[in-house]
């Protein structure tokens, strides 16, 4: 009687796991409901990637006749309507380096600090929560920080290293959140196996997480990197609009966003400026793909 009445009940379960009792109307409602999210999420995406094939489709159509190889080694002439953007590209590339000097090794060393050598209390939530407000802090705001504290107060003036460490600043937090995050992913027991050996927290922490945590450390630097060449209003505050070539990074210069913007804004030329934009979006765009091709899904 037992064993009977448990079989039964064992064959009815089954059943109604697979759906053996379910009613028609709703296992047809579910069908429909299915099909719908497919579609609504299908067509959102080939909405997002519309919009961005819009635009490059629009830049390359208005930007792509003047982009050549000498664009980029030239230098502007009659404040930008002719030449090309070397002295630009250059000051871009010396004001991403700049920044990132000084925020990555921040933004690693805050990281491994708050996953290795703290727990959660009360200090640890006071410095993630500091580093969320930094990121929801408008980029103009940084700028005018910025020109207060580096151009006036410190005397550096509109210079690469005032906009570097205004730009350092801003990109603090994306460093310490991917770092972070990329320092937990490695798993404990690594960490168990090298204390086992006898190595020290330090060596633990500089021979096996780092390195395992490269992909996701590297994602975040670049992500920083893809922000930094494309800021503008911070950048116009700190660093200046100078189209000289710099010789140091006391000097003046001018971004390509920036340039971009003058070039725009002030009806300088509009041909010249979409191809600076096209050159602009082509930067972030490599940028981001090897942020994506470095990242922790995509290595492991």
């Known amino acids: 009687m037992c064993l009977c009445g448990k079989s039964k009940w064992y064959s009815k379960g089954k059943g109604n796991q697979k759906g ?4 028609p109307e709703i296992r047809r409602l579910n069908r429909v409901f299915h099909r719908l999210g497919h579609l609504l999420t299908a067509w959102m995406t080939v909405l997002v990637l519309g919009i961005l094939a819009a635009i490059l489709v629009f830049l390359f159509i208005n930007g792509a006749e003047k982009l ?4 980029f080694l030239e230098s502007p002439i009659d404040l930008g309507r002719e030449g090309g953007i070397f002295p630009i590209l250059v000051s871009t590339i010396l004001l991403a380096m700049t920044s990132l000097f000084i925020a990555v090794p921040l933004g690693i060393g805050t990281a491994v600090y708050l996953t290795e050598y703290t727990t959660d209390s009360y ?3 006071i410095i ?3 580093a969320e407000c930094l990121a929801g802090i408008p980029s103009i705001i940084f700028g005018l920080f910025g020109f207060m504290l ?10 690469i290293i005032s906009g570097g460490l205004t730009l350092a600043c801003m990109v603090l937090p994306t460093i310490i959140r991917t770092s972070e995050e990329a320092i937990k992913s490695v798993p404990k027991v690594l ?7 006898g190595a020290t927290k330090s060596q633990v922490i500089w021979n096996i997480v780092l390195p395992h945590a490269r992909g996701g450390i590297a994602t975040g630097i670049i992500l920083a990197l893809g922000r930094v060449i494309g800021e503008t209003a911070c950048v116009i505050f700190t660093t200046g609009i ?3 070539m710099p010789t140091s990074l006391f000097d003046s210069a001018r971004s390509m966003s920036v340039h971009f913007y003058l070039l725009a804004r002030e009806g300088i030329s509009m041909e010249m400026a979409y191809t600076t934009a096209l050159a602009l979006v082509g930067m972030i765009l ?3 793909s090897l942020a994506a091709f470095l990242s922790p899904r995509r290595t492991r």
């Not at 053996?20 to 009613?23: D, F």
């Not at 050549?68 to 664009?71: E, H, I, R």
Request: proline letters at 0%.
């Open 20 to 23: 053996g009792n379910v009613n």
């Open 68 to 71: 050549s190889f000498n664009f």
């Open 123 to 125: 200090v640890t939530l």
């Open 128 to 130: 993630r929560f500091g």
């Open 150 to 159: 580096f151009v006036v107060s410190l005397g550096m003036g509109w210079s």
């Open 191 to 197: 960490r168990e196996v090298g204390f086992s050996l």
């Open 242 to 244: 100078s189209l000289e």
């Open 286 to 288: 490599i940028i981001n």
